[in-house]
Nanobody, 122 residues
Framework: QVQLVESGGGLMQAGGSLRLSCAGSGRTFRFYAMAWFRQAPGKEREFVATITQTGGSTTYADSVKGRFTISRDNAENTVYLQMNNLKPEDTAVYYC???????????????WGQGTQVTVSS
């Protein structure tokens, strides 16, 4: 089991950058693939990015490819999401998630954080 806590959200102007962090508890963090999802008001939760247990492979949603970068530090039990060139449509609550395999769907992840709000103004 792993508990996840996100941080780093906030208000940013379009074109700016933010880095989200997700701290995991326990000694099993390195055994999980990790991902970031987001949910805007009135919309379903959508996939953003995912990374394998070792960090050797990543996958991104088309909407963030080239702007966002997912990374992890297993020594620190932390996964990051570097978000550059932010757009108003990136406004959402961002969630990190842990699961057994690299995946792009909500059902593929068992453990979730509580979310952190990102708001991008135009």
């Amino acid at each position: 089991q792993v508990q996840l806590v996100e941080s780093g959200g906030g208000l940013m102007q379009a074109g700016g950058s933010l880095r989200l962090s997700c701290a995991g508890s326990g000694r099993t963090f390195r055994f999980y693939a990790m991902a970031w999802f987001r949910q805007a008001p009135g919309k379903e939760r959508e996939f953003v990015a995912t990374i394998t247990q070792t960090g050797g492979s990543t996958t991104y949603a088309d909407s963030v490819k080239g702007r966002f970068t997912i990374s992890r530090d297993n020594a620190e039990n932390t996964v990051y999401l570097q978000m550059n060139n932010l757009k108003p449509e990136d406004t959402a609550v961002y969630y990190c998630a842990a699961g057994p395999l690299l995946n792009t769907v909500v059902a593929g992840f068992k453990y979730w954080g509580q979310g952190t709000q990102v708001t991008v103004s135009s």
